[in-house]
């Protein structure tokens, strides 16, 4: 390892390491964030996920205050105070985290996080005549066998750890036992718990346990490793395959505060256009003009509020990105003229592959100024996706992503309304793009491995920069694979998740964790994408989507149909009451969101979020939080009408009857086929809207408040919905205190926008 600490320097808030091999830095980024990088790629790292300045602290040489820091020399150790964190670096370069202020650390340092001092006792799971059998075949068997990464770091554990977060890993809720890969994939399965990666990658862990919560988040884009407790139960462990340890520990006295500061690192979802909170449909499937007035005539005929349509592959002329079949679709702005009249939105597909097509602008453009990856031997490397052989943009290079920003543009005039980037893992059909594939990154060539897990990030913020640039309004882009910090340029779905009970099983727990990840903004395929949903699934996934931050229906060409109408009446009045209770919930919505901005705080919460020490939620998997307020508890079983319901500390109102519960335990609530168990906290008051059949039907002029027994606070947020003049005062930020006695007072806390015409309270009892 790294040997005795032979010398350390301080400069601008970063503390350099000399050991006898090697050297180290800690960074102090604020009080509650301090970074760790152990270089062993040099400095040519640029941060996908962090990109801002950090702002250096102010050195002192006694206690410090918020804002400072102070090193010191103590018994062989180097000490890194901040107001709240202590950082303690041991020869070795073990560096141990400790908590110094707030909760749970009155009258001492209390150790949150060390480094483990022993060895890994690895445990490889192949048996001795499989290995000699597969290596007898000349297989290469090293990608089987566990091993030390070259990157580690190995973390002691108490016992009583939950771990939350980790972006869109499958299984449940605390991934504590469990063990990961950040590798973004596209594998055509039905998504298991076995399935140690899927697309996105986001390597931000937090930890709860007795003695407090911390973040970690490992800035590395390489192939990684996460083993939380799996492999032995003192220890849990990252490793990379290649790059730098490069990681920041992140403080906060409860998991909110953790979250906050981590996407104040990596940046905070923002703010969407009101109409994409509202209802999508979409299917791989829709061939032609027909295909979308049939849809538009059912949503509007049928009485189904609807805000948007999506657009999947077919709409392309030979799935060529930015072309458009105009023989089945026709003339784009006949169709999307009235697609605009009748109230709806489009959201095209769009893929990175571009076709390997002589002749088509897309191709020869590209290929004309060097934008597609490399082989090592400098030819256009070729693999295939839906068009056939296709050649891969170099988005780590700004000229390739202001190239592909720039084509957005084409899509915004046909009259496109949001973008849809998928298969950017990147996704390919001739087997996995060789490790040494040539990208860039920024300015120095890079291979595959280093940016595979980063492509759809750098995909979503060309498409993201580029929407601003052709509309000026808040840009719609929703992708498949990310990286951390993809929050600041698109919402994400969780990929093609299959029409089956497990999967509206795991997509509570998974949407969650992604919102723990920074990731406010994430829906499922509702319905289910693969296989054949049934009458039931769909009405208890539209139970769910409906308080999904992004709620789209989506299916993947030859499954069954799955539309609201495409069953039985049932299924169709479940549908419509679940799709209206969302429009009428959009300004509660819209407000968590404007929140979020701000906070970072997810609008779908796991209940362990704002009840960390109830040991009912650390691991409860089917029911979760909109904002602090609602509490949801979906029918997620096959056959279930009754559904056992955890209610937290408090008291808790039935949402649609009033009816009274005390919370901290729990209760067999009701729920047949379309009742979905939701509660509002005592002192509730939630913002309703009038239900329209999209947004921009009319002026929303009436703001209805639904007023909850108990005293509380609520603010609510309005704008115009669309563009960023709101981030020039351009809003109104109402304030309701809730007297608990049935009345509400309203007072104005900011005005910068044409306010309601009236607000209504609707006292529940
Ligand atoms: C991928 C996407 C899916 C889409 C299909 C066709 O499987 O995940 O949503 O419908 O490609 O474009």
Not at 121 to 150: C, F, Q, R, T
Not at 292 to 318: A, N, Q, S, V, W
Not at 729 to 737: D, I, K, P, R
Request: with cysteine.
């Amino acid at each position: 390892m790294s040997g005795k600490r032979i010398s350390y320097e301080v400069s601008d808030g970063v503390v350099s390491l000399g050991f006898e091999q090697g050297s180290g830095r800690i960074a102090v980024w604020t009080d509650e964030i301090i970074q760790v990088v152990r270089p062993l790629e040099g400095e040519t790292f640029h941060s996908k996920a962090v990109e801002r300045e950090r702002r250096p602290m102010k050195q002192v040489t006694g206690t410090p205050a918020a804002g400072e820091f102070a090193v010191t020399e103590e018994g062989g150790a180097l000490i890194i105070r901040t107001a709240s964190l202590t950082a303690k670096v041991y020869d070795g370069f073990y560096v141990d985290f400790y908590r110094t202020a707030g909760a749970g650390a009155e009258g001492g340092e209390v150790l949150l996080c060390a480094d483990y001092r022993g060895e890994r006792e690895i445990v490889n799971k192949i048996s001795p005549w499989i290995k000699a059998m597969l290596e007898a075949e000349g297989h290469d068997i090293s990608g089987l066998l566990k091993k030390n990464y070259p990157v580690q770091a190995v973390k002691t554990l108490d016992g009583d750890e939950k771990f939350y977060g980790l972006g869109d890993k499958t299984g449940f809720l605390n991934k504590s036992g469990y063990e990961y890969e950040n590798w973004n994939s596209d594998i055509p399965d039905a998504h298991t718990d076995a399935f140690k990666a899927l697309y996105k990658s986001v390597p931000f862990l937090i930890t709860l346990k007795e003695r407090g919560v911390y973040g970690l988040f490992f800035d590395n884009t390489y192939r990684s490793h996460i083993n939380l407790g799996k492999e032995k139960s003192d220890y849990f462990y990252y490793g990379a395959e290649d790059g730098s340890l490069n990681y920041y520990f992140i403080g906060g006295e409860h998991m909110a505060d953790v979250i906050a500061n981590y996407t104040e690192l990596t940046g905070r979802t923002p703010l969407p256009q009101l109409w994409t909170l509202g209802y999508h449909q979409s299917r791989w499937g829709y061939e032609n003009k027909e295909d979308i007035r049939e849809l538009m005539e059912k949503f509007r005929g049928l009485d189904i509020p609807c805000d948007t349509i999506h657009f999947d592959i077919d709409y392309m002329d030979g799935y060529r990105v930015f072309t458009w079949n105009e023989k089945d679709y026709g003339d784009a702005k006949e169709l999307f003229g009235e697609m605009d009249a009748k109230g709806f939105k489009k959201v095209s597909i769009i893929d990175p592959g571009v076709k390997l097509d002589p002749g088509y602008a897309m191709y020869d453009e590209g290929i004309e100024h060097g934008y597609f990856a490399e082989t090592p031997e400098g030819e256009t490397y070729v693999n295939a996706v839906w068009p056939g052989d296709a050649v891969y943009p170099d988005f780590g290079n700004k000229e390739v992503r202001d190239w592909w920003g720039k084509k957005q543009s084409y899509l915004t005039d046909l009259g496109f309304d949001g973008v849809w980037n998928d298969m950017n893992e990147p996704a390919s059909f001739h087997g996995e793009l060789p490790k040494d594939v040539v990208f860039t990154d920024e300015d120095h060539p890079s291979t595959h491995a280093a940016m595979h897990n980063c492509y759809g990030h750098l995909m979503s913020k060309a498409t993201y920069e580029g929407l601003v640039y052709a509309t000026g309004k808040r840009p719609f882009v929703i992708t498949r694979a990310c990286y951390a910090g993809t929050q600041k340029y698109s919402t994400v779905w969780t990929g093609d998740n299959q029409s089956l009970w497990a999967h509206i099983q795991m997509a509570v727990p998974q949407l969650c964790n992604l919102g723990l990840s920074g990731f406010a903004f994430a829906g499922t395929d509702v319905g289910g994408f693969g296989a054949d949903t049934t009458p039931e699934l769909l009405c208890r996934w539209v139970q769910v989507g409906a308080f999904s931050p992004l709620f789209r229906n989506h299916a993947a060409k030859g499954s069954r149909n799955q539309e609201p109408w495409q069953f039985d009446e049932q299924t169709l009045a479940v549908n419509r009451k679940f799709i209206e209770l969302r429009y009428r919930l959009l300004p509660y919505f819209y407000d968590l969101f404007y929140e979020g901005e701000k906070t970072g705080l997810p609008v779908m919460r796991p209940l362990v979020m704002h009840y960390e020490n109830a040991p009912a939620v650390w691991n409860l998997n089917d029911e979760f939080l909109v904002g602090e307020h609602l509490l949801v508890a979906p029918v997620v079983e096959q056959g279930a009408t009754v559904k056992k319901v955890y209610l937290p500390e408090g008291a808790w109102y039935d949402f649609f009857t009033g009816k009274k519960y005390e919370g901290g335990q729990y209760y067999l609530v009701d729920a047949p086929i379309d009742v979905c168990p939701v509660f509002a906290k005592a002192g509730s008051v939630i913002p309703t809207y009038e239900v329209m059949q999209y947004v921009g039907e009319k002026p929303y002029d009436t703001l209805k408040l639904l007023v909850f027994p108990g005293e509380g606070r609520y603010v609510h947020y309005q704008d115009n919905g669309t563009d960023f003049a709101y981030r020039d005062g351009a809003y109104n930020l109402y304030e309701f205190v809730n007297d608990g006695a049935g009345h509400v007072a309203t007072k104005l806390l900011h005005e910068g926008y044409a306010q309601y015409q009236k607000i209504e309270t609707i006292v529940v009892k």
